[in-house]
């Protein structure tokens, strides 16, 4: 595996964990929020889950094989 596909599940797993995370613990059990005391709880929760999106959309981009990756079989 190359350094660039690890990193790229690395982040894949990043994002996949605060997403679950985010939506488990800020939205269904409401245990806690990203920021406490604030007028608009709500925006950093969905914007801590937008992070968590992007994460994994970078991670599987960064994960995918490149065509030059690809070796033709006879």
Not at 11 to 17: M, P, Q, S, T
Not at 18 to 33: A, P
Not at 45 to 66: C, E, K, N, Q, Y
């Amino acid at each position: 595996m190359s350094g660039r596909t690890l990193f790229g599940w690395i982040l894949f797993g990043w994002g996949l964990f605060n997403l679950v995370e985010g939506l488990v613990n800020h939205h269904i059990l409401t245990l806690h929020h990203v920021r406490e005391g604030v007028d608009n709880q709500t925006a950093y929760d969905l914007g801590f889950l937008a992070l968590g999106l992007g994460l994994m959309l970078v991670g599987w981009v960064l994960a995918r094989p490149r065509e030059r990756d690809y070796v033709p079989r006879d």
